[in-house]
């Protein structure tokens, strides 16, 4: 699976757009960018993915590169509830064969300040 | 409401025994997974399952043993032949089959052992 590069942490002030970039430069050309989130002591909350093309649902909005080589994520109005731990995960679909498990490095960190 | 659950949220163990975590999910996923957390770290693989009767182990499964009688079940042992055990645990479970899936958490059991 390709490496995911994050920053350790970000602040964004309620109400504005968190932008969360997320650098994958070696992904290759069937892998999926994943997003999760992680709120303090709480198992891990699916986002979105996406492969080539901008994906957006009710949580937030995915931007990737037209090279694929980094994506952002977008909160569009973070709220005090969205601070938490976010993972940039890269991964090729399944195969039908072995494991499907997700690598979750350290993430980034999003404090959202009133 | 579905859902996977973990019980119990804390749970605290003398070193030398072992202990037994419980992963319940009402999703008919074939897949299920157990993770490992620790402070400030992202999560490790410990053991997957992809149908009843069947699992295999990820990346940190020495110390541990799990079983799948049932599809929906999916519980953890944690030996005392684990070094470490203090932890925060975390299940996951996940459609199969070829293509994208993403992962649904439980909401954790966090391990203490003294």
Redesign the interface.
């Known amino acids: 699976d390709a490496k995911t590069t994050q920053p350790p942490s970000m602040d964004c002030a309620e109400g504005r757009a968190a932008n969360l970039p997320c650098n994958h430069s070696t992904i290759s050309g069937n892998e ?1 960018v ?1 997003w999760y989130r992680q709120i303090h ?6 986002i979105i ?1 996406g492969l080539k093309n901008n994906e957006t649902n009710e949580m937030a909005s995915l931007i990737i590169t037209e090279d694929r080589k980094s994506s952002t994520l977008i909160l569009p109005h973070a709220t005090l509830r969205d601070t938490a731990v976010y ?1 940039c995960i890269v991964r090729p ?4 064969a072995g ?9 980034t960190k999003l404090s959202v300040i009133p | 409401d579905g859902g996977i659950t973990q019980s119990p949220k804390y749970l605290f163990r003398k070193e030398g025994q072992n202990v037994t975590l419980s992963c319940e999910q009402n999703l008919n996923h074939d897949a299920m997974y157990w993770y490992r957390q620790d402070p400030g770290q992202g999560l490790r693989l410990i053991y997957y399952s992809q149908i009843v009767n069947d699992f295999q182990k990820g990346d940190i499964a020495e110390g541990y043993s799990v079983s799948r009688e049932k599809k929906e079940s999916f519980p953890l042992t944690v030996t005392s032949a684990q070094k470490n055990p203090t932890a925060f645990y975390l299940c996951a479970s996940s459609t199969l089959g070829q293509g994208v899936h993403e992962q649904y958490f439980g909401p954790g059991t966090r391990l203490t052992v003294t």
């Open positions: 999926y994943y002591s709480q198992g891990p909350q699916y993915h993972y679909p399944y195969s039908g494991s499907y498990q997700l690598t979750f490095g350290k993430g």
